[in-house]
C-alpha cells in the first residue's frame, strides 16, 4: 500500500495521539464463539486471545479500570436487530449459551464491567462512554476481535466519545487475515494509534507515561 | 478474496437487507475539499460525483427525504477534537471556507437538510437519526466519500440506528481504491446491502419496490 | 398554575403533535419495587398499574411493537454509576431480585421487547430507539413510573429521537402526588401530548387514527 | 413539600455526589430571546443571568474548560423537528437572529465551546460529551435557563453521560417561579447537587476542593 501511504501521508493523515492521563482496558468479543472458527472464528483471532492474558494481568496490576463485552440477544428474538438480519447465525449467542461467555483464560473479575451488546461498537445502545468518563479515563488500549468487525467500531466510537483509542496490533484478531490487514490500515491513518502490547506495557511502566507509535 | 469470502458465507454473513417502506437519500461529505486531490480528495471521489447528479434528480422527483453532511470546524479550533488532532488538515474545513462547501453539481435545496459534523459518522453528535426517523424513513440509501471514512462510519450507524443500509457501489468513492475495495468487502459482509446506481433507480420505480442485492 | 399558564401560551408553548403513522407503546419501569411504597413505590403508583391492564391488552390486539423497561444493576457494583450514588438503594434492584420483575399483572410476552437499562431514560445508553424505528414506529404511548423521573425522562428522549410521544395521563404515577403534577404540567407544554387511557383507546379504534389532546 | 421529602428521604433520595477532580462550566441558552419575557424570558431569568457574570470571570480564571449553547434552526425549517411543532416560536431562533445570540454580559471568548441545538438537552444531538471527556472533566457547574426545560435536560444527561452535575441554583432561572421551584426540587432529589453561586466559587478556591452540598 505504499502509494496510498503516501497518498494519505500527504494529506496529513496517521498523526500520533499519544497516552492522555489515565487509560482503561477495552476488551471486545473475546467469547468462545469468536475463538471457534467452526463458529465465528478462525484466522489469527487464538494467538490474540494468548497474547492479551499477560497484557490483562498487567491492567489489574495498575489498577485501571477494565471493561469487556458479550454479544448477547434473546432466545425469543424479540431484540433481533438489522445486524441479526446480515448475519443470522449472531442470533446464537444469548445469555447462557457457551459460545457467548467470555474465554476462561480472560474471565472477568468482580468490579470489572461486563457489557452486553447487540451491535459492532462496545459503546452504541450502551453505557461503556459513562462508565470510562466517570472512571477519569481519557486513554483507551483495545483488544479483541474481529478487527475489521466490532474492534474497528469500538475504536471509532471511542474517538467519537473523545477518549484516545490505542489498538493494540497483536491483541486483536480478525477470521480472515486480509480485513485484518486492510483495517488496521485504516484504523492508524484516521482514528487510532497502533501499538504492540510490548510497547504498550512498557510505556505504562515507564514513570513519565510517555509513548510513541511506531504504526 | 475469495479464501476469506468462504469463511464469512460459512459463518452466515452477508445476507440481504431489501428494502423497506420509505427510503432516505443520505450524500456524505460531497463538498469541494474531497473532490480535490490537493486536498482531501483523488481516487474515484470524481466519478461518484458525477454520478450522483441524476440519482439526487430521480430521489428529489419522488420526494424522499434527502440529507448532506459537511465537516466544519470553528477557527478558533474551540471544537477541534481528537479526529482533527489525528488528521490535523480537517480543521480547514471552516463555515465559510470553499472546501468545506457541497459541490455546485449536487447544492442542497430549501428543505433538504444540511447536517454540520465535526466526526466520521453522520449521525454521531448529530440529530440525523431523529431526522430520517420522524419522516417515517426505514431505509438510507447512501452515496458520498470517502468509503473507508466517513461513508462506512455513516453505513454502520445508519445500521445501528436502525435503518437498512444500502450502499450505492458507484456512487461512493475514495481517495485510494485499496481501501475503497477492502471497505466495500467489510460493509456488504456485515452491515449493508450493496447496489449499483442503476439497480437502485430501477428498484425505487418498481411499483412494488423489491431489490435483490448483488454484491 | 393558571399565571404560568398564561406566559406559556403567549410564549407559544403547549400546541399538539397528534398520533402518526404508527404508534407503538413503551411500559416504564412497571415493577415490583415500584409497585412497593416500602421500597420505590406510593403515590398514585397501583392504580396506575392496574389501569394498564386492559391498554397493554388493546395494543396487543392490534399488534402494535410493544417495549418495557426494568432497571437492572450488577450484584458487585461492577456498573454503579452516578444515579446509584444519588440513589444508593437502586442497587437493590438486581436481574434476579423479585423488586426488580415486572409486575405480573402487565407481563411481557414472548416477541415484546424487555430493556435493560441503569438511567432514567429508557433510550439512554439501550438500543430502544433502533428496535421501534426499524419496526416504523413513529408515536409512542408512554405509561409507567415515576412520572417525575424514569417517565420524564423517557417521554423528553422519545420527543429527541423523533417520535411523538403521548403520556397517557391515567397510567402513570409517582410515588408523590405534587411532582406528578408539576412533571405532568412541564411535559405537556413542552415535550408530549397528555391524552386519558380512554381517549388514546378510542383514538387507536378510529378508522381514520386522529387524535386531538385534552389536556 | 415536607410530606413528599419524607417520602423521599426514607426511599434514600437525595445523596451528595461532590466535586470530582476536574469542573467544567455549561451555560445554557442563556440568549437575548430567552432574557426577553415577551419572546421566551420573564420569571427569574434576569436575575440568574446578572449573576453569572462573577462565576463565569471565576471560572475564566482557573482555566476551566467552558461551553455554552444557542438554540438555532434554519430560517427554510429544513431542521425543524418535534420541539418546535410543540413550541413553535423556537423557530425564529435562527443562526443570524438577535434572539438567538447569546446575552452581551457573557459573551464566549475565542476557545470558549458554543453548542448549536435543536433539542432542550445540551447533550442530546451534539458532541459536547466527547468535548468535556477528552479535557478530563468529571463534573460540570450548570447554569442557564430554564431550569424547568433546557437545564434540566441537561443536567440529567450530564449525570448519563458520568459527569457529576452541580446545578448553581441561583445562577440558573425559569420564566415561571412555580415550574422552577419543583424542577429543582427533582434535580436535587435525583440527578445533581444543588448549590449556590457563592457557596461553589468557594469550594472552587479552596485547595482542597471539598464541597458540602446545602440543598
Known amino acids: 500500500m505504499s502509494a496510498e501511504l503516501e497518498v494519505y501521508q500527504r494529506q496529513s493523515f496517521g498523526r500520533t495521539l499519544g497516552l492522555g492521563r489515565l487509560a482503561g482496558l477495552l476488551v471486545v468479543?473475546?467469547?468462545?464463539?469468536?475463538?471457534?472458527?467452526?463458529?465465528?472464528?478462525?484466522?489469527n483471532i487464538g494467538p490474540a486471545i494468548e497474547r492479551t492474558v499477560d497484557l490483562l494481568a498487567s491492567c489489574r496490576r495498575m489498577n485501571l479500570p477494565i471493561a469487556f463485552t458479550r454479544i448477547v440477544f434473546e432466545a425469543d428474538g424479540s431484540d433481533h436487530n438489522l445486524f441479526v438480519a446480515k448475519v443470522p447465525a449472531l442470533g446464537q449467542l444469548t445469555e447462557p449459551a457457551v459460545c457467548s461467555q467470555i474465554v476462561p483464560q480472560l474471565r472477568p473479575r468482580p468490579g470489572e464491567l461486563v457489557v452486553?451488546?447487540?451491535?459492532?461498537?462496545?459503546?452504541?445502545?450502551?453505557?461503556?462512554?459513562?462508565?470510562?468518563?466517570?472512571r477519569g479515563v481519557d486513554t483507551l488500549l483495545i483488544?479483541?476481535?474481529?478487527?475489521?468487525?466490532?474492534?474497528?467500531?469500538?475504536?471509532?466510537d471511542a474517538l467519537c466519545h473523545g477518549f484516545r483509542p490505542i489498538v493494540i496490533t497483536d491483541c486483536v484478531g480478525d477470521r480472515a487475515i486480509a480485513p485484518h490487514d486492510a483495517n488496521l490500515?485504516?484504523?492508524?491513518?484516521?482514528?487510532a494509534d497502533l501499538l504492540s502490547r510490548d510497547a504498550v506495557m512498557n510505556a505504562l511502566r515507564a514513570p513519565q507515561r510517555h509513548l510513541s507509535a511506531s504504526n
Open 143 to 156: 483488544v479483541g476481535c474481529t478487527t475489521s468487525g466490532c474492534v474497528r467500531a469500538s475504536v471509532l
Open 29 to 43: 468479543d473475546f467469547v468462545n464463539g469468536f475463538n471457534d472458527p467452526a463458529l465465528f472464528g478462525g484466522g
Open 116 to 134: 452486553r451488546k447487540r451491535l459492532p461498537s462496545a459503546f452504541f445502545g450502551t453505557d461503556l462512554a459513562a462508565w470510562f468518563t466517570a
Open 185 to 191: 490500515f485504516d484504523l492508524g491513518q484516521k482514528y
